[in-house]
């Protein structure tokens, strides 16, 4: 980060890349995808949520991996535009685009959870933990068939593996993301700790369901 002498210069950037990366990734892919394609307001089946897994619930699978590439290449792509101009900038572009995925204005602060858009810009940032984050999710979802549980195992894990591979300053991003992943799924490990969690496939669209991630 800039020293204090030179913060005085420097914030008008932080705060016009902080502004471009939060519109950038408050754009709700699923939700406008889903309409688009005659599937309604997702907001109305399955879980209510705007991401991939819900989307999926629509019966659409190839319109559920679109969603999940396109909120994920928002994440990347608020990164790998802000990174033109350093590495402290893409950090803040990073942030902030799972903030605007999160709280989207547009739908009164009310977005999806934040895993895709996180392990794109994860992605963006250093591309070897973006893949471990990707494997962990992977991993966990094949063998335990929960979507929440992957997402929080990923994200979790990040902030470990960004410090042994970035430094403290990707750690500390990781770490950012996990803590708003953690607080997006408090109702998914309430559900997981009392086992009654969705596994992935369980659902069915148009009925509503306690998982998503």
Not at 75 to 93: E, H, K, N, S, W
Not at 183 to 201: D, Q
Request: aromatic content about 8%.
């Amino acid at each position: 980060m800039p020293d204090p002498i030179s913060w005085a210069y420097s914030w008008p950037y932080y705060a016009v890349t902080f502004a471009a990366a939060y519109f950038l990734g408050s754009i709700p892919v699923g939700l406008l995808l889903a309409r688009l394609f005659g599937h309604g307001d997702i907001r109305a089946i399955g879980s209510g949520n705007i991401g991939a897994t819900n989307v999926l619930r629509t019966g659409n699978k190839p319109l559920a991996a679109l969603t999940l590439i396109l909120d994920g290449g928002k994440g990347a792509a608020a990164v790998l535009l802000a990174a033109i101009y350093g590495p402290d900038l893409a950090l803040t572009a990073g942030f902030a685009a799972i903030v605007g995925h999160v709280a989207p204005v547009w739908l009164l602060f009310r977005g999806g959870k934040g895993v895709a858009t996180s392990l794109g810009v994860l992605l963006a940032l250093d591309w070897r933990l973006g893949l471990i984050a990707c494997a962990i999710w992977l991993a966990v979802a094949a063998l335990l068939r929960y979507s929440s549980l992957a997402s929080l195992a990923a994200l979790i894990s990040a902030p470990g593996f960004g410090y042994l591979l970035g430094g403290r300053q990707l750690a500390e991003l990781a770490g950012l993301l996990a803590i708003i992943v953690i607080v997006k799924h408090g109702g998914n490990i309430r559900r997981l700790l009392a086992g009654r969690e969705s596994r992935i496939g369980a659902a069915k669209a148009g009925k509503k369901v306690s998982a998503d991630s």
